[in-house]
């Protein structure tokens, strides 16, 4: 009878250890990812891709690359896709910020523009893919699908005020992974609206970075930016001068940008 019992027990014991590996309750091998342990707003948050083009006003291939992602960010709009342009070496639009900016990305690497940053040094393109329209529309498109892609590990909010003929942007980070996230810090730009080449969301102003403090999972970070530009148009003219605002969330190690957010 004892030999019997082991036995039952046994195979008892052997039928239950099945079941618990065929739920999923042990894994051999790669440890699999339980769908408790994700955060559900991680995946309603939507990833919202920052282009950042560089050019030159005498640059002959700039508007090449300027038509390709004019056309890109107005098919895909600002809730997926924000396109900023930064001027760059006296051409008349660029600012000390702009020029600074493009220096802290490239360093002593080749320069020279068109110089296209997608998500920070997530993926630069520099140059043109191709002399065609098309070629070049499609390597850009390519780019930025993959990234939309990629999960959103921050949530970032944002509202304007004018107080004083003057943009206030307050707003917050969220980190929704269920990592904890360092070494980022939150930035914005305004940009004007003009006519010519190269003038769709130009950057007149850049905000100096606020640094983030490490952000468990779950943690929250208030910031408040003030930008000098103000809202009399450069005309005189009796109309309200366009803006764009942006501001996103910069990686200062690696350069990449992690969330941007284009503030109505």
Not at 55 to 69: I, S
Not at 104 to 117: A, I, N, R
Not at 180 to 201: F, I, S, T
Not at 214 to 241: R, V
Request: glycine content about 6%.
């Amino acid at each position: 009878m004892k030999i019997k019992q082991k036995i039952s027990i046994s195979i008892f014991e052997v039928i239950l250890l099945l079941v618990l590996i065929s739920g999923g309750i042990f894994t051999l091998g790669t440890p699999r990812i339980f769908a408790q342990n994700i955060d559900p707003i991680l995946n309603t948050v939507p990833r919202t891709v920052l282009v950042e083009l560089f050019v030159q006003e005498a640059c002959t291939t700039c508007p090449t690359a300027e038509f390709c992602l004019e056309d890109l960010a107005w098919e895909y709009g600002t809730s997926q896709f924000i396109l900023v342009q930064e001027h760059l070496w006296g051409d008349n639009y660029d600012t000390t910020e702009t020029n600074t900016r493009y220096n802290w990305y490239v360093g002593d690497s080749k320069k020279g523009t068109p110089d296209v940053f997608i998500d920070g040094l997530t993926k630069r393109l520099q140059g043109l893919a191709c002399e065609c329209v098309e070629g070049n529309y499609e390597c850009y498109k390519d780019v930025i699908d993959k990234e939309l892609l990629q999960p959103s590990l921050l949530e970032l909010s944002a509202s304007q005020t004018i107080i004083e003929s003057t943009y206030t942007i307050e707003g917050t980070v969220k980190n929704i992974s269920d990592i904890p996230l360092k070494d980022l810090a939150v930035c914005g730009m305004v940009g004007k609206e003009g006519d010519g080449p190269g003038l769709y969301n130009y950057i007149q102003d850049i905000f100096p970075f606020q640094n983030v403090p490490i952000l468990l999972s779950g943690d929250t970070f208030n910031f408040k930016f003030i930008s000098e530009i103000s809202l009399a148009p450069e005309s005189g003219i009796n109309e309200e001068e366009i803006l764009h605002l942006v501001v996103f969330v910069q990686n200062l190690e690696t350069k990449e940008i992690l969330q941007a957010l284009y503030v109505e």
